[in-house]
């Protein structure tokens, strides 16, 4: 998992891609800040790809898609498995783009910081503009599209609409940025979408209820250019539903798949209970033990070290709790048969396909995959947008001009 060289691409072969992803124009008084060539992983021209998925209508034209903020790549597979045409990403880490570069060698892959570039050239090519913009500026109550940080992505996201014009979006991210003060801020940010000619809906989804064995809530915010309110998919996985949640048991056992992670599980000296044996604070560590009998807890980009979750070889998380409810002292140590998940788990628990490659030293890997949107949910997502953009057909071709 080292790290790849940086490749740059020659400037005759860049010269196209140059031309479609071109820099911002200089600010006057000075350079645009933070300007850098073109890198790119993934040098030459992409061939026609064709796909065979079994989605209705697989021989129509291909609904062409950019993926920004698209990290090692989880909606791009998603959307890819459903026949979403995948054209272009952009990310500005150095090891997710390496990732998402081993994942997609056919996708034009930009590495560097959106603000710095344009994506008009793309207008007229792509129709749907996705991504998971960072939003660490929303956590603080009060503040409107996180102006003058640099940390928040929505303003580059929007951006983006405004140059490519695409028939549709949608963005994936936290609860949280919807949530307490934030509401405020939130709605802002939907009026802003809205005005560029979007009718946008939004709605919290559950990972687990597309089949992804993790309790994994996202918000998702989805903008379509022909007036509908999207109908975000069913859950497929549930009780009562076709089919049960996806247990992490499935995923995981007692011997580790890949390098194994050698951070030791402790009992934590004031264990605090919960009623579930699985929650609370009573080992040490953000990491908390996994129950192999259901969909496992979010995992982190923090994930590393005692912040890896873990699995209980040796049952001793139920019997321990009972332990404890009934009066028993706290225990010091070692948990025995404890273990933390590995990466490769960590990506299995996302649902991206066995044997997928992930550059970076380990820390770097756990937060590729945290931050990852689950391949399977991605799918779901996708399907249903494909579909909705096929049964308007082009009449929704791009937004009312901006006034």
């Known amino acids: ?28 008084g000075g350079a645009q800040p933070g300007a850098e060539p073109l890198s790119w992983r993934v040098p030459g021209h992409r061939a026609a790809r064709t796909y065979d998925h079994g989605v209705a209508g697989s021989e129509e034209h291909r609904v062409a898609v950019l993926d920004l903020f ?81 940390r928040d992505g929505w303003p580059a996201f929007i951006r983006v609409l405004d140059e490519v014009r695409p028939r549709a979006f949608l963005a994936e991210n936290v609860v949280g940025l919807a949530s307490g003060s934030r509401r405020a801020a939130f709605a802002a940010l939907l009026d802003e979408l809205g005005s560029r000619g979007y009718r946008v809906t939004a709605e919290v989804v559950s990972a687990a209820d597309s089949g992804v064995p993790q309790r994994r809530a996202r918000l998702v915010i989805v903008g379509l250019a022909d007036g509908c309110a999207f109908t975000f998919p069913a859950p497929t996985h549930g009780p009562g539903r076709p089919r049960p949640w996806t247990a992490a048991g499935e995923v995981l056992g007692p011997v580790p798949i890949g390098q194994p992670n050698r951070s030791v599980v402790t009992y934590a000296r004031a264990p605090d209970l919960r009623p579930n044996p699985y ?41 321990y709790h009972a332990h404890l409810r009934l009066g028993g002292a706290p225990r010091h140590g070692p948990v025995p048969g404890a273990r933390r998940i590995t990466v490769e788990e960590a990506a299995l628990l996302q649902t991206f396909p066995p044997g997928v490659e992930l550059v970076g030293p380990r820390s770097s ?3 590729q995959v945290g931050n990852a949107v689950p391949p399977r949910l991605a799918e779901a997502l996708g399907r249903q947008l494909l579909a909705h953009l096929r049964r308007v057909g082009d009449g929704g071709a791009a937004p009312r001009p901006l006034t």
Request: net charge positive; with cysteine; aromatic share 6%.
């Open 70 to 150: 698209a990290g090692c790549g989880g909606l791009s597979l998603g959307f890819a498995a459903v026949g979403l045409d995948v054209v272009a990403a952009a990310e500005w880490d150095e090891d997710a783009c390496a990732s998402f570069a081993k994942a997609h060698p056919g996708i034009e892959l930009y590495e560097g910081d959106l603000t710095t570039r344009s994506f008009r050239g793309l207008r007229g090519e792509v129709e749907v503009v996705v991504g998971g913009p960072p939003c660490q500026p929303w956590s603080s109550g009060g503040k409107r599209l996180g102006a003058g940080d640099p």
């Open 279 to 319: 929650d609370g604070h009573v080992y040490n560590g953000g990491g908390r033990p996994i129950d192999l009998g259901s969909p496992a807890p979010t995992l982190l980009a923090s994930m590393g070290g005692n912040k890896t979750p873990w699995v209980d070889t040796a049952g001793v998380v139920p019997e």
């Open 1 to 28: 998992m080292g790290r790849p060289r940086r490749a740059l691409a020659a400037p005759g072969r860049a010269g196209r891609r140059a031309a479609r992803l071109a820099p911002l124009p200089r600010r006057a």
């Open 365 to 367: 890997c756990y937060r």
